[in-house]
């Protein structure tokens, strides 16, 4: 029997993608609890023998068909979320990735309702959890002392 996600005996690990497309970054609207209907990044939970690159590109592909290049880990996120009665009710820790998209039109599957390109300088346009936003801003960093 699989492990309960929704108030779950154990932190599940879950891998999220900063994917950059030129000056945009790719944005997906979350189909399930957690963040169900917030704009988020791609990603899901790691699978037993999965490295956190492999589980990065197949959750982007699962949730938009698209191919990504994995540059790299940016961040450890702990996302705990806890009911009215202060039980934890989802608990993740998530490893962010930066990513660069290689190939694919994009289109939304799996777990997410929608997906967008969002120009970086319009970021600020897009309602979303402020850990997303601090991750997307240490990518562009990052990208940055990169180039």
Request: aromatic content about 8%; glycine content about 10%.
């Amino acid at each position: 029997m699989a492990a309960a996600r929704e108030y779950p005996t154990r932190p599940w690990v879950g891998v999220g993608v900063v994917v950059w497309r030129d000056d945009r970054v790719l944005m997906v609207k979350r189909g399930k609890p957690p963040r169900k209907g917030e704009w988020s990044l791609p990603g899901g939970a790691q699978h037993l023998g999965e490295t956190v690159a492999d589980a990065a590109r197949r959750e982007v592909w699962e949730e938009t068909g698209m191919d990504i290049r994995v540059l790299g880990i940016l961040d450890v996120v702990d996302a705990i979320d806890r009911d009215t009665d202060g039980r934890v009710s989802f608990h993740f820790t998530l490893v962010d990735v930066l990513g660069e998209w290689q190939s694919g039109d994009g289109r939304a599957g799996d777990d997410v309702t929608a997906l967008r390109w969002v120009p970086y300088r319009d970021l600020d346009r897009v309602e979303m959890w402020l850990e997303t936003r601090r991750v997307i801003e240490k990518a562009a960093r990052q990208r940055q002392d990169g180039d």
